[in-house]
């Protein structure tokens, strides 16, 4: 028999609270209230999500080790559980937790890095598609290069971070090697791409991720070469041009004229 909303929100409450007691009308099969088969679902539903923090993760558990991670990771998922039950979609928003997580507040770059993991995760899962080379360009006079309006590769992510957090993740990562880091308050941007098969992760040079969010939101390269040298006047728009294809982060262009060129391959 389904449970009504309010006696599944009961439900749904008392697996996430160890405080509960189980709710009414739960038996075992001999029909008797059965509080301790319910305490062991209930444990068996946190320690399945936590390890779905702990997979997207690995470099945030590195850096603060498994029993601070397991049970910071246990908080949120008490108190943020999922809202759709394609899991794939669950933990994007552990960094902002742990950026409120008291006990992790010394850690000032450990959000940022989580940042970069849940990018990661996202591109691993984004839609494929071609990225364009240099050759996609070779149709097009060199005058009208300003009018283009590159199109960013469907799995194209960029974290900026006031700390090193691209260097702190790339040490803790895999097998990463830690070691000291330079905290001279610079800060790194990270581009995170999958434009074939392998995840890559790249730091942007500056003004870059402006560039990149003014192709996104539709301007053309003379106008978001623009708005990233307001933002940054060490902005370098060939550089930061041959990077992105480079990084296969680039996957469509359309001309002034209305005349669009998108990458063909095989994707993926």
């Given amino acids: 028999m389904a449970l009504s909303g309010d006696r599944q929100q009961e439900f749904a409450a008392a697996l996430l609270d160890p405080e509960r007691p189980a709710p009414a009308g739960v038996v075992g099969p001999d029909g008797d209230p059965c509080p301790k088969r319910f305490a062991v679902y209930r444990n068996n539903v946190v320690v399945g999500l936590i390890e779905i923090l702990r997979a997207a993760y690995p470099a945030v558990r590195r850096l603060v080790g498994d029993d601070f991670f397991d049970a910071m990771a246990g908080v949120h998922v008490r108190s943020d559980p999922p809202q759709s039950p394609i899991l794939l979609a669950y ?69 900026r971070s006031a700390t090193p957090a691209l260097t702190i993740w790339n040490m803790n990562v895999r097998d990463g090697d830690p070691g000291e880091v330079e905290f001279d308050g610079e800060g790194e941007t990270a581009l995170v791409a999958r434009p074939d098969a392998v995840v890559e992760v790249r730091s942007l040079p500056p003004g870059a991720a402006d560039f990149i969010d003014a192709l996104d939101a539709g301007h053309t390269v003379e106008e978001s070469a ?7 006047a060490r902005f370098d728009l060939s550089a930061t041009i041959a990077g992105l294809i480079e990084a296969g982060a680039l996957c469509a262009y359309e001309t002034s004229s209305g005349v669009r060129f998108e990458a063909k391959g095989v994707a993926g």
């Avoid at 996202?122 to 199109?151: K, N």
């Avoid at 623009?226 to 940054?232: F, N, S, T």
């Fill in 91 to 159: 933990g994007g928003r552990f960094p902002a937790f742990i950026e409120t997580f008291r006990p992790a507040s010394s850690l000032a770059y450990l959000a940022d890095v989580a940042r970069i993991e849940w990018a990661w995760v996202e591109a691993y899962h984004a839609q494929d598609a071609c990225a364009l080379t240099a050759s996609s360009f070779s149709g097009v006079p060199i005058d009208e290069y300003p009018s283009l309006r590159l199109q960013l590769h469907p799995s194209v992510r960029v974290v």
């Fill in 226 to 232: 623009e708005l990233a040298g307001e933002c940054d």
